[in-house]
């Protein structure tokens, strides 16, 4: 016979290559090696390297503490262009959405446990803003099935005063310096507390709101 049937010709009955569903496959893992996802993972791989930097000669040494300085500044720099990469070139991936926050909490929280370990910063002030943190990521899963909280412009600010105030006290800074770093780590205090409850108001408007639908549709 010449002729072959209609399925394996091509019509809808025609079943896939063996090789289809592998380089479907394939392709998926390809896409976790983009720009964006790398620039997370070298986020991640800087953390015990700023740990080590910061605590080098018992935390004392400033040509040290300025090394731990570049360190978390280039994981600050990351933490920018990660995201805008991957939302400007839909380069989002199920690892970006794990590995970002956990990189973002990770380098930020190795910095302020570090820092009250060495006695330069207040362990209440650690506390608060990593209890914040955490208090978010857990509202983030109460909430999760009825939408998602955008960020808002206070919580940019946040990140941006939290940053800015733990690159201060990472360096050995001294005098005038030394002051402006405290009232910089106020600010990010107040910014961590201010936004974190107004994070509490969007998730229980945003429950109710789901509830709500949810008995409508029932009814």
């Known amino acids: 016979m010449t002729g072959a049937p209609a399925s394996a010709a091509g019509g809808t009955g025609r079943r896939p290559a063996p090789g289809a569903k592998l380089g479907a496959a394939a392709v998926n893992q390809a896409s976790l090696w983009n720009i964006a996802n790398i620039l997370t993972m070298i986020r991640l791989a800087l953390v015990p390297g700023f740990v080590f930097l910061l605590l080098a000669e018992g935390g004392s040494d400033p040509a040290w ?28 991936t199920d690892f970006g959405k794990i590995a970002d926050p956990i990189a973002d909490k990770a380098i930020m929280g190795s910095a302020l446990i570090c820092l009250s370990w060495l006695g330069d910063l207040p362990w209440w002030v650690t506390g608060v803003i990593l209890g914040r943190e955490l208090g978010i990521t857990l509202l983030r899963f109460w909430v999760i099935r009825y939408g998602v909280i955008p960020a808002s412009r206070g919580g940019k600010l946040k990140t941006l005063a939290q940053g ?42 945003l429950r109710r709101k789901g509830l709500a639908a949810e008995r409508a549709a029932a009814a």
Do not use: C, E, K, S
């Open 164 to 205: 800015t105030a733990v690159g201060m006290y990472v360096l050995a800074l001294t005098g005038p310096l030394a002051t402006l770093r405290f009232w910089m780590m106020a600010l990010a205090v107040v910014l961590t507390v201010v936004t974190g409850l107004d994070y509490i108001r969007q998730a229980v408007v």
């Open 65 to 92: 503490r300025a090394w731990a300085w570049a360190a978390f500044a280039v994981a600050m720099i990351t933490d920018i262009f990660d995201g805008h990469l991957a939302r400007t070139y839909n380069l989002v």
